[in-house]
């Protein structure tokens, strides 16, 4: 199962608003509504922002929203701030009974 | 407070084995799902197993099919993943996670070198 393709950087300046894309096929993305987004800051634990393609978990900003259009997932970031900088994944679950997960996207605040 | 915590990680020679915990705490660890995530040093997240409520359903990545074995202990609240045959590529943080993902342990180290 190869892992889903997200840009490896993505920066924006304060306040502005950012998207990671995450493709992957008709077996994964494609096929479930089972996309999650999770942000990682260096040497901790990943956390869920987003589920089930566009809930957000208690506690998430609503400044993360999550959407997909056939087998592209994307996850926005509005009104970026500086605690945002940090890595981002997706995830999906598969056809297989398993799940994949993205290359990772390192986001930057200028 | 949902708490899940790891232990068990630590260096291994190459074909040795591991046996890595979760123990669980602040949820009914028998009504949900569980899963382990690995994260080799300086890489991205990869999906390792699930395990269903009983135990009695199993799902491994092909990586690790026929080396890693996921089982569960719901009487005390304990998840554990046997890794055997282990090579370098094995070399990462192993995380536990509930369900859906939405809890994460702060994860176990696993060195495979000689």
């Known amino acids: 199962q190869s892992a889903l393709t997200q840009p490896a950087s993505v920066s924006g300046s304060p306040g502005q608003s950012i998207t990671i894309s995450c493709t992957g096929t008709s077996s994964d993305v494609g096929g479930y509504n089972y996309v999650s987004w999770f942000q990682q800051y260096p040497g901790k634990a990943p956390h869920l922002m987003i589920y089930e393609v566009s809930k957000r978990p208690s506690g998430v900003s609503n400044r993360f929203s999550g959407s997909k259009s056939g087998n592209t997932a994307s996850l926005t970031i509005s009104g970026l701030q500086a605690e945002d900088e940090a890595d981002y994944y997706c995830?999906?679950?598969?056809?297989?009974?398993?799940?994949?997960f993205g290359t990772g996207t390192k986001v930057t605040v200028l | 407070e949902v708490q899940l915590v790891e232990s068990g990680g630590g260096l291994v020679q190459p074909g040795g084995s591991l046996r890595l915990s979760c123990a669980a705490s602040g949820f009914s660890f028998e009504d949900y799902v569980m899963k382990w995530v690995r994260q080799p040093p300086g890489k991205g997240l990869e999906w390792v197993s699930t395990i269903n409520f009983g135990g009695d359903s199993t799902y491994y990545a092909d990586s690790v099919k026929g080396r890693f074995t996921i089982s569960r202990d719901n009487s005390k609240n304990t998840m554990y993943l046997q890794l055997n045959s282990l090579t370098a590529e094995d070399t990462a943080t192993y995380y536990c996670a509930r369900s859906t993902f939405d809890f994460w342990g702060q994860g176990t180290m696993v060195t495979v070198s000689s």
């Open positions: 995830s999906s679950y598969t056809i297989r009974s398993s799940y994949v």
